[in-house]
């Protein structure tokens, strides 16, 4: 069966502390992985789309990687405002087109 | 902005009612999208339309029924509403709902069932 995991289910970081965050999946066959970013109250927005095993994006202070097992999604001096919940989400092979959501973590970065 | 536009954004009513969720997709997008979000289940698909047809079901109850019109708009209608309906009601839209496409997510619709 098709599932996706994140870790942790919450992470605090002290601002300017680096960390990252897990997403680890098993699929039949891997299209696409995505990064979502969702504050609260408010809708998933799009960060990252990822393909292929070594595959890497960037876009400000975030930085995603992929592996055939996993992606990090790597967050480099963080400040308050990168603080949110961050989905994970897969289209595989079979899926119909369709993405299989991971729970998110909840980041919070304290000042 | 996403370009995704819900209504209502709140939505209180009771048990046993009927409501319906409205969705104008992002300009130029052809696919619609309708998720349920609560706080114990995470992000859960109920289902796609392409261009005016069904494309995928997830887990949509029977209770639930969508549909999208000619002008790309789309509606969600629960019916028989329970407490456990209660949740973030999201639309999104994509160019062609295909391999590899972001989705763009409106604001949501917060249904209340007492």
């Known amino acids: 069966e098709d599932q996706v995991t994140q870790s942790p289910e919450a992470l605090r970081l002290q601002e300017g502390e680096s960390s990252s965050l897990n997403c680890s999946y098993t699929?039949?066959?891997?299209?696409?992985l995505f990064w979502y970013r969702q504050d609260p109250g408010k809708g998933p927005e799009f960060l990252f789309t990822?393909?292929?095993?070594?595959e890497e994006k960037e876009k400000e202070r975030l930085k995603a990687t992929l592996t055939k097992k996993e992606s990090f999604l790597h967050i480099t001096a963080p400040k308050p405002e990168d603080s949110a919940t961050y989905l994970c989400a897969v289209q595989a092979r079979d899926s119909n087109y369709q993405l299989i959501w991971g729970a998110g973590t909840k980041l919070i970065i304290k000042p | 902005d996403s370009g995704v536009t819900q209504t209502p954004k709140h939505l209180i009513t009771a048990t046993g009612q009927r409501v319906t969720l409205r969705c104008s997709p992002r300009s130029g997008d052809l696919s619609v999208y309708w998720y349920q979000q609560s706080l114990d289940q995470g992000l859960q698909f109920l289902i796609q339309?392409?261009?005016?047809?069904?494309?995928a079901k997830g887990n949509i109850l029977e209770r639930f029924s969508a549909q999208q019109f000619p002008d790309l708009h789309s509606e969600l209608n629960l019916s028989s509403l329970e407490l456990g309906d209660s949740a973030l009601y999201f639309c999104?839209?994509?160019?062609?709902?295909?391999?590899?496409?972001?989705?763009?997510f409106g604001s949501g619709t917060q249904l209340s069932v007492l």
């Open positions: 339309y392409y261009n005016g047809e069904e494309r």
């Open positions: 999104a839209s994509s160019a062609q709902g295909g391999f590899g496409e972001k989705l763009f």
């Open positions: 990822l393909y292929s095993a070594g």
């Open positions: 699929v039949s066959g891997l299209r696409g």
